[in-house]
Nanobody, 114 residues
Framework: QVQFVESGGGLVQPGGSLRLSCAVS????????MAWYRQTPGKERELVAD???????NYKDFVKGRFTISRDNAKNTVNLQMNSLKPGVTAVYYC????????WGRGHQVPVSS
């Protein structure tokens, strides 16, 4: 069974930075594109960025230029460097492979003070 364990820092000031990491167990990591998603209160979970096995990455417009996704294929981890975080936007971040795996991990909450 695939498992996702997200981790990272805590409360961030507006404009600040934070780095999230996701440890992926199971064989999918070396086979699949990996992605970060986020869910804000009252909204559906949405894609933030994804990264192909080759390292080629794609970003949604609302994070483009501020976030960087990376992966370490030797360590089965996928990371998300978040810069210029916007105030008052608290979200729970999850990693997964697109259209892949259940269950999702517990996610990691990123509160940004307002």
């Amino acid at each position: 069974q695939v498992q996702f364990v997200e981790s990272g820092g805590g409360l961030v000031q507006p404009g600040g930075s934070l780095r999230l990491s996701c440890a992926v167990s199971g064989s999918i990591f070396r086979l699949y594109t990996m992605a970060w998603y986020r869910q804000t209160p009252g909204k559906e979970r949405e894609l933030v960025a994804d990264i192909h096995l080759s390292g080629s990455a794609n970003y949604k417009d609302f994070v483009k230029g501020r976030f960087t996704i990376s992966r370490d294929n030797a360590k089965n981890t996928v990371n998300l460097q978040m810069n210029s975080l916007k105030p008052g936007v608290t979200a729970v971040y999850y990693c997964n492979a697109p259209n892949c795996c259940r269950p999702w991990g517990r996610g990691h909450q990123v509160p940004v003070s307002s």
